[in-house]
């Protein structure tokens, strides 16, 4: 069986039609008439919540229906005929290009620019472009949106035959910001996505354990939901990492049982960090809620654990959230691919 094919491709979807907006508001999901979900009675407390969930859909249907606008403006009719493939720019280009999938290495790269004018890609964001980058303590663009812009720029050569000079960033709020598209970078960044992606299928075909498929790194590892399962992100993870991720994640073995707080509403336990982003010590974390994460009335001393999502005081506590999830390590859940051989228990 063929092994199976990433297309790189990282674009916003499609925007909500005219038509699919004012049906929508017209149905109650906006700001218009709605019909009640039902006739039972309804608490002061649900019916606050529904309105902010009408709300906040209403909010995201008018961001829908903005970048459907700046899209219509920006692209305008297509052009009745592509630029030669000979030309070095698109300085002979006119009009503009709006949507239009491109592919490129027998299909291995694929984007959908929002628009395409002369010289330039125009991508818009629904959130931030920028991020805080530890190294320089400053903002910059978001570096998957660099490359972004640059692939899309290769694809600009490889189907319309000339080099877009630039990309630009249009957030929903707030400038825009222009990001240089050169030639050779634009190349070697679409060569090392094609070489990361042969690389991908060609451990899926050999069956590859799954922590094999990790490229552990702050920057990689950031937003991705699987720390907690990932043999690799907890072999490499450093305390230098600490404030790079979207919270602190330790590994460790409690050094007493949990005790009870605020009454006995919460626990705190006390974790001698062995693995993860902060430093190797004995960290303090409270309030754990059971209510939020029940196991943890079944821990006792001894037990290691794993944590992610905390957020790091300063007087290194380190305080559960919304998004902290906890378990014992040895509940961890194991990561196969279907090719990897699985242990077959017989009975005697």
């Not at 649900?46 to 903005?66: F, H, K, N, Y």
């Not at 000979?86 to 628009?115: H, M, N, W, Y």
């Not at 630039?166 to 929903?172: E, K, V, W």
Request: charge should be positive; glycine fraction near 10%; charged fraction near 20%.
């Amino acid at each position: 069986m063929a092994p199976p094919i990433m297309k790189c491709s990282r674009r916003l979807s499609r925007s909500t039609s005219g038509r699919k907006l004012s049906t929508q508001l017209s149905s109650g999901c906006g700001n218009g008439p709605s019909r009640p979900c039902s006739s039972a009675p309804t608490s002061t407390r649900s019916t606050a919540a529904s309105v902010r969930r009408r709300r906040g859909l209403a909010t995201t249907l008018r961001a829908q229906a903005w970048f459907s606008g700046q899209r219509a403006l920006s692209a305008g009719p297509p052009p009745a005929t592509a630029p030669n493939a000979k030309q070095a720019s698109g300085a002979g280009f006119s009009g503009s290009i709006g949507e239009q999938e491109f592919t490129a290495c027998d299909g291995k790269l694929l984007g959908r620019p929002d628009v395409i004018r002369t010289d330039e890609v125009v991508d818009y964001k629904s959130g931030a472009i920028v991020e805080y980058d530890e190294a320089t303590q400053s903002d910059v663009v978001k570096a998957a949106y660099i490359r972004q812009l640059r692939i899309y720029g290769y694809l600009v050569k490889e189907k319309l035959g000339w080099w877009p000079l630039r990309g630009l960033l249009l957030p929903l709020a707030g400038a825009g910001i222009e990001v240089a598209l050169d030639p050779p970078e634009c190349a070697r960044e679409a060569t090392e996505a094609v070489a990361l992606l042969d690389a991908y299928n060609g451990k899926v075909s050999a069956g590859a354990a799954a922590e094999e498929f990790a490229s552990p790194s702050p920057q990689g590892c950031r937003w991705c939901p699987y720390k907690l399962l990932c043999p690799a992100f907890w072999q490499t993870a450093l305390p230098e990492w600490s404030g790079q991720l979207d919270g602190a994640a330790v590994e460790g073995v409690l050094a007493e049982a949990p005790s009870a707080i605020h009454a006995g509403a919460a626990r705190a336990v006390a974790l001698d960090v062995q693995a993860g982003s902060e430093a190797r010590r004995r960290a303090q974390i409270a309030p754990l809620n059971p209510a939020a994460h029940p196991g943890v009335i079944t821990l006792g001393a001894g037990d290691r654990v794993r944590l992610v999502g905390l957020r790091a005081r300063r007087d290194g506590v380190l305080v559960p959230g919304e998004r902290t999830v906890m378990c014992r390590v040895d509940d961890v859940p194991i990561v196969i691919t279907d090719r990897q051989p699985q242990e077959v228990q017989h009975d005697a």
